[in-house]
């Protein structure tokens, strides 16, 4: 493998997505991934339709780079393999429901007694303090974090997200807390335990949200496709359909005016400033409303970007990639070779000089077990 993390093994203990997503991430980068699956696979090769060649795709999304190797921890051969290879590794990556690795022997304590220099890293729901009995599921957590109350209509039932996004976040807050602790690795030669959880990971997501209620006391409510703070930052209707409109400070908002046909609306002190627009939202929202409706969502997103008003249509997830591939972004890469060559969506991060690579494809179940049992083995 090349990569920056090149030579970095990872053991993976994870399953379904927060953890999976997270070493996903770090194969892209170099890292050596075994991926240690139940006999039965990890539950995310069920989750079907959609499909490719009969696999679940959701397990496709999450799953390239690594090596497969199924074990029964409850197997005593088995298990001395998973030790064997936690032993080896630099990094690894669980998220049983906190303790659960105990029963296996395979705990901070005793993992980390034999292999000091390891970045042993934790992820569940809730943490291991009194959140320990609670089971993690990102639904939980987007309903107890309080993003549901800020989601969906305000006269309508609170909704969840579209994907699982704390999953995802505490998956990346992961790959950031074993880059930090590797960097103190390198410096001190010691290993730590890193612990993650999605309800932590939300309630920093939450960002301004969270802020508006531990430094301003406020309780943030449900504004449909509103925001609290600024205006115009939301869809408004066209001609056809309806266009995100974000223009966020002064300058993109006398862009906007002048483009709509309306700049003298930039010097209405009703709208000057985006305190003035917030509080004056509905006054503004009709003006420009009235505008936008003399030509279509396209031909409003051609004129604005030009002069730097960010906005944008709403699109489905085929044209989310359709503009991703007219700005130039490449967002699909082809991970493997031949026959098991499969489409997949590039890596986040772009590097000068160590790029992502996309070796492997996502592994089928137990696909490098013999070869991973025999380097175990082997001592």
Known sequence: MSGPLAGLLVA???RVL?????????ADLGAEVVKVESPQGDETRTWMPPVR???????????????SLALDLRDDADAALAAELAR??????ENLRPGGMAKYGLDYARVSAANPGLVYTSISGFGSGEGAKVPGYDLMVQAISGLMSLTGSPDGPPYRAGISVFDVMAGNHAVIGILAALRHRDATGEGQHVEVNLLSSALTGLVNHSSAWVAGGVVPYRMGNAHPSVFPYEPLPTADEDLIVAA???????????????PEIADDP???HNRDRTANR????????????????????????????????????????AMAEK?????????????????TTRHPVRFSRTPAVYELPPPELDEHGAELRKWLADG
């Not at 060649?53 to 780079?65: A, C, E, H, K, Q």
């Not at 966020?248 to 309306?262: E, K, M, P, T």
């Open 248 to 262: 966020a400070n002064d300058r993109q908002f006398r862009a906007l005016c002048g483009v709509l046909g309306i």
């Open 282 to 321: 509905e006054e503004l929202r009709a003006i420009l409303v009235e505008r936008l409706a003399t030509k279509g969502a396209v031909e409003w997103f051609e004129l604005l970007v030009d002069v730097g008003v960010p906005c944008g249509p709403i699109n489905t997830i085929d044209g989310g990639f």
């Open 12 to 14: 993976d203990f994870s």
């Open 88 to 93: 080896r590794a630099d990094v690894l990556i």
């Open 18 to 26: 927060a953890g999976p997503y997270a070493t996903m991430l770090l």
């Open 327 to 343: 700005l130039g972004l490449d967002p699909i890469v082809e991970v493997g070779e031949g026959a098991r060559a499969m489409p």
């Open 270 to 272: 009703r709208f000057a």
């Open 53 to 67: 060649d009969g696999v679940s795709t959701y397990y496709l999304g999450i799953n390239r780079g690594k090596r």
